[in-house]
């Protein structure tokens, strides 16, 4: 398949601004698509060449390098090269621009040969070439390879050539429109796509369902299973401050686990190998060796998956440590002196696959069963702490006992007969209950950075404030809720200038929506961490739009940045359910607050 008919595609795709046109035209694309390569489209059109959890290296090649590409292809200096870039701001552009007018001015063109004969198969290749080379002479090597992709490729393909080698294909693509144009190409109704999601949500390989797809139909999909080695997209939680509501809510029973504050791990086993998953499904094994250890010897099974929680432990007291002691540990580049010097324990809550056996199907109950069935406890891996509570008082009394022995809080989770595993769902099937916060937001919120404005004074100069926004996974854009101005460091303030250069793009993302015109817009990919006093009605943000009052939206008083969360991807922001829900619950505190004093 020839790579022009994709960087055709990805042209018309990044002119678009609607959900539905994005749909409509990628899956025009995929019926273009040889079957045997759609696996290889559909990374290539994630960004990446093959899924995360394979621990594979990525592209690896510096903005400087690429130049260097581009300098040896075109025969154009690295100085003119770094002008035009400084007024373009895009390297794919420039690249388009320059090898445009070397190409316009060549005798091939001039005696009308057409050069350009680029397969999807070849670029892929090279590009996993480039990927792979490891070694004392690879820089070299991969800007060879860089260079001759880029001598045979016309404009438009080198432009998307440099974007991908650059991790910035800037097409506005997310999983879900994938899925969506994969459902109405491959299947010819969209409705599909809750099947292929389901599918994905076991199985987080989009490129794999393809091909399951495209070779044995929908209804193969239907019987796709989680297989060890093969990351599940996590089960998440709700969010709900008053333990009356959450008792009501589980229907009067639940099972109350700790809240650990770590790193969440989904383990796998397969053929004696143990595998650790992040949260967002990246294979963190080599940084756990201690983790990997320490499962093999207290898991008693071959093939499973299960998931717990990894926690920074103090090695006098054996008390658990903040969250933040874990990201002190992933900074050290000597991971055995960083495995002595931050220890850590598992605490394991949930069983999604043994023996051969999907437990993602079965109830609450009997998965905490079959996790107790082959775990060994000892000091380094225990099952989560828990009780069945079924009253308020109940909960209460566990909940502070949580919060005294170092735990946010906890984790109420229903064990009514419908309580499977819901791989990728955020549910009511799970609710935490984190400590309380005076005068503030019950939670924070996870938002992703969509544009940035100048300071003034102090920090004139240099971007200061960020416009970030909540995820709508119905329509599948990032709504604006609010500007984020305090609460960086100067620290954080360079960390920001750095990320701006990296995202910054010349006109609103097409899944963006914003009232607001910030100084720069930014490509959807980074989320930041944030606390507000409270979430109010706002007409300056199109966040929750229309749910509330006609045309007005929500946003957030006094956000402040905590920090950067690139352990979530820009779908993992809270959504804007989230957030209409924490609306809601405040809005009943204010009324329960103001009846308590009428009183
Ligand atoms: P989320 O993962 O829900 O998007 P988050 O990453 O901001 O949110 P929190 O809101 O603090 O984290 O809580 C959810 C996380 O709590 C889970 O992803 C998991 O890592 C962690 N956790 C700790 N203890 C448990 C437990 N017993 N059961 C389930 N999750 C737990």
Not at 16 to 31: G, K, V, Y
Not at 132 to 159: F, H, N, V, Y
Not at 299 to 324: C, L, T, Y
Request: glycine letters at 6%; charged letters at 30%; hydrophobic letters at 40%.
């Amino acid at each position: 398949m020839d790579f022009k008919i994709v960087a055709e595609y990805f042209d018309r795709l990044e002119k678009i601004s609607s959900r539905i046109q994005l749909t409509n035209l990628l899956s025009e694309l995929f019926l273009k698509t040889d079957k045997q390569h759609v696996d290889k489209i559909i990374y290539i059109i994630q960004g990446k060449l093959w899924p995360d959890f394979l621990g594979m290296p990525e592209l690896g090649i510096g903005e400087r390098f690429i130049i260097k590409a581009v300098e040896a292809a075109t025969g154009i200096s690295e100085s003119s090269i770094d002008k035009r870039l400084n007024e373009v701001g895009d390297l794919g552009e420039v690249v388009a621009e320059l090898k445009g007018k070397v190409d316009s001015k060549s005798l091939s063109t001039f005696l009308g040969i057409n050069q350009n004969s680029l397969t999807v198969e070849m670029v892929y290749d090279t590009l996993t070439r480039i990927a792979t080379m490891t070694g004392e002479r690879s820089r070299d090597l991969k800007i060879k390879l860089l260079t001759g992709l880029i001598k045979q490729s016309s404009p438009l393909e080198a432009k998307y050539i440099v974007r991908f080698v650059e991790g910035k294909l800037r097409v506005g693509i997310g999983d879900s429109t994938i899925i969506d144009a994969m459902a109405l190409a491959y299947t010819g109704e969209q409705q599909n796509s809750e099947i292929i999601e389901r599918a994905y949500n076991l199985r987080a390989d989009l490129g794999t369902i393809a091909k399951i797809l495209v070779k044995d139909g929908i209804e193969a999909i239907k019987n796709v299973k989680p297989e060890p080695g093969i990351p599940i997209r996590p089960m998440l939680a709700e969010r709900l401050s008053e333990p009356s509501e959450i008792i009501t809510k589980v229907n009067g029973r639940a099972l109350v686990d700790y809240k650990y504050d770590g790193e969440r791990g989904q383990i796998h086993r397969r053929e004696g190998k143990t595998f650790i998953y992040s949260r967002r499904l990246e294979n963190i094994s080599s940084q756990y060796p201690d983790v990997v250890e320490y499962i093999n010897k207290s898991v008693k099974a071959n093939n499973f998956i299960i998931e717990g929680e990894i926690v920074a432990i103090d090695p006098e007291s054996q008390e658990m440590r903040p969250f933040q002691e874990l990201m002190h540990r992933k900074r050290k580049n000597d991971i055995h002196s960083a495995v002595k010097e931050y220890p850590v324990k598992v605490f394991l809550f949930d069983l999604m696959f043994l023996n051969d056996e999907d437990y993602t199907v079965k109830g609450q109950l009997e998965r905490r069963k079959a996790l107790e069935g082959i775990v060994e406890q000892n000091e380094n891996v225990t099952i989560a702490n828990s009780v069945i509570v079924s009253n308020v008082t109940e909960l209460e009394r566990f909940f502070y006992q949580a919060i005294n022995e170092g735990a946010e809080g906890v984790m109420v989770k229903s064990i009514s007969e419908d309580s499977k595993y819901q791989a990728g769902a955020r549910g009511w099937q799970w609710i935490k209950l984190k400590r309380d916060y005076r005068n503030e937001m019950a939670d924070t919120l996870d938002l992703v950075a969509v544009g940035a404005f100048y300071g003034r004074g102090k920090r004139g100069g240099i971007y200061s404030s960020v416009l970030a926004a909540a995820y709508n996974p119905h329509k599948d854009v990032f709504e604006a809720l609010c500007k984020v101005a305090s609460g960086f460091s100067e620290d954080d303030l360079a960390e920001l200038q750095k990320r701006i250069l990296q995202w910054r793009r010349e006109n609103k993302h097409p899944r963006v929506e914003s009232k607001l015109e910030p100084d720069i817009w930014l490509e959807p990919a980074v989320l930041m961490e944030i606390r507000g006093a409270e979430l109010t009605l706002s007409l300056n943000h199109p966040c929750c739009s229309d749910v509330f009052k006609k045309d007005v939206g929500l946003s957030v008083r006094f956000p402040r940045f905590i920090r950067w969360r690139d352990d979530k991807s820009p779908e993992d922001a809270t959504t804007t359910d989230e957030i209409i829900e924490m609306y809601n619950n405040s809005r009943m505190e204010i009324k329960s607050e103001s009846s308590e004093e009428a009183t």
